[in-house]
């Protein structure tokens, strides 16, 4: 897989286009006053990108994993608060709708979702449920025709815009471990949910980043996904596609600190000459350039995977693990180098590397830390060599 299809071409240019034309000025505004950026996201619906690969039956764009990848890495090099609205949108809230949602969810949900006008989230985090997502302590009791949830969500990201958010609980509780929960699909105004708490981050600051608080919220029982006791699955199923939408983000974000830091060392002088004539600045650059190639083979290479494998995601968890893993530590060496490039000026707000730096950051943390995505390649691996 070493050249683009031509859709997949179409796709690079028109959102590189949008970014350049409609994010750019305003990533830098958004960052300072964390405003969620929805008039942009919206129009990123009426071009596709907020339901790149579901069918045009349900509105969607119909395209495969590599456009989608090379969508949200276009947006990110640009905004990457965006980068992150339109991955956890696709890959958390629309994707475990479309492959486990009865044919009414799809055609009462997608539809909307998939063009904008709704915003979708995916809650499974809980404070005591990080890296350990089958730790959930939410509950959702059967009580006639209707189920009961109660329990808090945190550091779900799109809390505070979305519409309709998919949501993890315990159904049984004398049940096994990572067969005990199940799937929920809840809609804002659904009686006993509020949006709670509001996180100040690091960076990734125009992204809404919230708790989502369950007292007695009441909600009838065909919103479960799924059959019972299949949350986890579906869980693991929808991060293994999320995790290639970050590898994307955090590959968008590592081309922009080559970019920036390419630019910038052809025109700072230093010693009488530009520094990018310094073998230390060229060195960087080549570091990141190459990383950078690598880390774009890898997304590319499980997004191609997700694609060709439909439903069976299987086959694309170690890969989408692999490419999660090495994008977001890229990110992150190509965001400290792009800082030692500008000197003190990558220190200060004059320019974009120190926001690119904070922005890389949650790469190696959201939808599974570093140590996680080792931890989903090493188990792949020695099930392969299994006698
Ligand atoms: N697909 C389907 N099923 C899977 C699976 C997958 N990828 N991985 C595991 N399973 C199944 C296993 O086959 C097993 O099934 P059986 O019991 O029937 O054999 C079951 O699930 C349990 O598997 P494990 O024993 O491997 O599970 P575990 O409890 O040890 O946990 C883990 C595995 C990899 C650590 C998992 O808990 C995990 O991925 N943790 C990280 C959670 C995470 O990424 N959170 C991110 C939150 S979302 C977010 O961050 C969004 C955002 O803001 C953008």
């Known amino acids: 897989m070493f050249e683009l299809s031509e859709e997949q071409l179409m796709v690079r240019d028109m959102c590189r286009g949008f970014a350049e034309k409609e994010l750019r000025e305003q990533a830098v505004e958004i960052d300072k006053t964390h405003e969620f950026p929805l008039e942009t996201t919206r129009k990123l619906g009426e071009l596709g990108i907020m339901g790149v690969v579901y069918p045009e039956e349900y509105n969607g764009a119909g395209m495969d994993y590599v456009s989608y990848a090379i969508a949200v890495e276009e947006i990110s090099r640009v905004c990457a608060s965006s980068g992150v609205i339109v991955s956890a949108h696709n890959s958390l809230c629309l994707s475990p709708i479309y492959y486990f949602g009865t044919e009414e969810q799809k055609k009462k949900y997608l539809p909307k979702l998939c063009t904008g006008e709704h915003i979708g989230a995916f809650a499974i985090t809980e404070p005591g449920a990080g890296s350990d997502s089958a730790g959930t302590k939410t509950v959702a009791a059967k009580e006639g025709g209707n189920y009961i949830i109660n329990g808090t969500k945190n550091f779900i990201t799109n809390g505070g815009y979305a519409d309709t958010h998919v949501t993890l609980a315990i159904t049984d509780k004398n049940g096994q471990k990572n067969k005990n929960t199940s799937f929920f699909i809840i809609e804002k105004g659904d009686p006993g949910f ?22 007695d919220c009441k909600i009838p029982e065909d919103r479960m996904l799924g059959a019972p006791g299949d949350g986890f699955k579906i869980a693991m199923h929808t991060l293994d596609g999320g995790r290639v939408g970050i590898a994307a983000q955090a ?4 081309q922009a600190c080559l970019e920036e830091g390419a630019k910038y060392a052809n025109m700072r002088e230093q010693f009488g000459a530009p520094i990018g004539k310094l073998q230390a600045i060229q060195w960087m650059l080549a570091d990141m350039a190459t990383e950078i190639e690598a880390s774009r083979l890898l997304v590319y290479k499980a997004a191609d995977i997700l694609s060709k494998n439909g439903k069976n995601r299987r086959p694309a968890s170690k890969y989408a693990a692999m490419a999660k893993l ?3 530590e890229c990110a992150h060496r190509c965001a400290h180098k792009c800082i030692q490039i500008h000197g003190g000026y990558g220190y200060v707000k004059e320019y974009i ?12 943390i959201y939808e599974g830390t570093s140590e996680i995505q080792k931890l989903v390649i090493a188990t792949n691996i020695l099930a392969e060599f299994a006698e």
């Open 194 to 215: 509020t949006v709670g708490k509001v996180e100040e981050k690091l960076g990734i600051c125009a992204s809404s980043t919230t708790e989502m608080v369950y007292v």
């Open 251 to 254: 590959l968008g974000i590592a």
């Open 326 to 328: 090495y994008a977001s």
């Open 353 to 364: 590397a120190e926001r690119l730096y904070r922005d890389a950051r949650i790469t190696e």
